[in-house]
Nanobody
Framework: QVQLVESGGDSVQAGGSLRLSCAAS????????MGWFRQAPGKARELVST???????KYIDSVKGRFTISQDNAKNTVYLQMNSLKPEDTAMYYC????????????WGQGTQVTVSS
């Protein structure tokens, strides 16, 4: 099992920035990918960004150029730097981990709320 603990969610105004963190512990050797998903009220959970152990990244189109995913492998921690936030970025953000080929979502954190006001 892998345990994931997120932090960094907050309420900000549009145009602001936040940095989410997710620390992994446990059997971290079972994962080769970590990422962020989000779920807004009444909507399905969606992938935001993922990063593999060797640094390959993926983003959904709506956050490209605004969000940056990074990792500190020594700390088993992944970050999501979110700039130029928009009200439509408001959601519960979940950290996930797993294997790249299976969608990077075998393990989940408890979520951290991001609220962007206009």
């Amino acid at each position: 099992q892998v345990q994931l603990v997120e932090s960094g969610g907050d309420s900000v105004q549009a145009g602001g920035s936040l940095r989410l963190s997710c620390a992994a512990s446990g059997n971290t050797y079972t994962k080769n990918c970590m990422g962020w998903f989000r779920q807004a009220p009444g909507k399905a959970r969606e992938l935001v960004s993922t990063i593999t152990s060797d640094g390959n990244t993926k983003y959904i189109d709506s956050v490209k150029g605004r969000f940056t995913i990074s990792q500190d492998n020594a700390k088993n921690t992944v970050y999501l730097q979110m700039n130029s936030l928009k009200p439509e970025d408001t959601a519960m953000y979940y950290c996930a981990a797993g294997t790249w080929i299976l969608g990077c979502n075998r393990y989940w954190g408890q979520g951290t709320q991001v609220t962007v006001s206009s």
